[in-house]
């Protein structure tokens, strides 16, 4: 049986997952209700930046396996598979997730289900959720139990999310408590991901809250492995050891590994900051917030980076922003991607800003989003542009472009050839042979 998939949100993960779902020869069916992006995406226009996204969205638009909507009436007609992909924010004013978005889609949804069809939440959830959420279903639907629940979490990365749907390193499936419901479920996703599972990627069968546990245990993990390498970075500043060498020698050992263990700027976006104060949030709500108290501590290791990038670039003025120049390089939280939610980056730029300094800041992709997010900040048009008559320039996104600039042409832009890296991205000899005073977060 070929189903029909639908895919309710057509955010990252959504326009992601329902293009790259169409590449494997379904018919799928996107809803989104912001009427402005469905017209973007039907007419091949993909709303953000991801490397590889927009020929798949456009061949399977032109190929006609993929349209878009605002109606629910019709992705209920239509579908075998509901995939939820929509969003869940941070609360404003406290750590929890707003479930309004993932709410307002299964109660627009299920009243309109009057056939068999399995809905899949791939939405980053406190654990609890889709239990709470399958006893809507059954008391919303009027297809008589036919309906059936199904978590399977997303594990995408910005700048590989391609990649990541069509060649996952696993897939987590969380099924009903009922054998019969349970069982179906299990039965269509394995025969959705059949490409998948030909391919022997790992397929893992669970209960609702063990699924929903694994993406926020995952980022849980990489976030505390980002900021014990950054806890490493203050140590090694105050000892003067290179924070560098350090992580180079821990990464070979098989225990620890190498990947997530770059010291900098830290983490942000729209995934590890929230799911993790989310995490801490419902901990607490189960009684058992001693078991994560750790992760706050995370979070203000990754928050003082960004202080520490600040106080870095004073001190190379002398000590105040006050009548100096910055050239910031770099906008999005992390490259190949014109994300700047929670941006490191930005955050490091508008508070420069707000201690006397004139900013100038360029970014590969991320301009229009970085503009929209702080319009009073200023833009370049290039990395010389953003640099020119700068008293120093900051690396805070290590996009390749940053990582390949000629130390000796920047040179020529700036009015002091100071330089601080806060990604360790460059050659620091390089950049001193050339005539500029360089200094990183965590190297003497």
Known sequence: MTHRLTVI?????GATHAACMADLGFEVLGLDVDPEKVARLAAGDLPFYEPGLEPVLRRNLENGRLRFTSSYEEVAEFGDVHFVCVGTPQKAGEYAADMTYVDDAITSLAPLLHRPCVIVGKSTVPV???????????????????????????????????QDTLHPDRIVVGVPSDPGA??????????????????ETPFIVADYPTSELVKVSANAFLATKISFINAMAEVCEAAHADVTKLSEALSYDDRIG????????????????????????????LGVDQALTFLREVDEINIRRRIRMVDLARHEL?????????????????PNSDDVRDSPALDVAATIRGQGGKVTVYDPQAMANARRAHPALDFGESAMDAARGAHVVLLLTEWQEFREMDPHALGEAVAERNIVDGRNALDPEQW?????????????
């Open 318 to 334: 002398g000590g105040s922003f006050i009548g100096r120049t910055v050239g910031v390089l770099g906008a999005a939280f992390k």
């Open 128 to 162: 609890g959720t889709a239990e709470r959420l399958a006893g809507r279903i059954a008391m919303l639907a009027p297809a008589d139990g036919d309906a059936v629940l199904a978590w399977n979490p997303e594990f995408l990365r910005e700048g590989f999310a391609v």
């Open 182 to 199: 349970a069982d179906r479920a299990e039965k269509v996703l394995r025969e959705v991901y059949s490409s998948m599972l030909a391919a």
């Open 9 to 13: 949100g057509t955010g990252y993960l």
């Open 258 to 285: 190498g990947r997530f263990l770059g010291p900098g700027l830290g983490f942000g976006g729209g995934c590890l900051p929230k799911d993790i104060r989310a995490f801490m949030a419902r901990a607490g709500e």
């Open 432 to 444: 001193r042979s050339a005539g500029w005073n360089y200094r990183a977060l965590g190297r003497p």
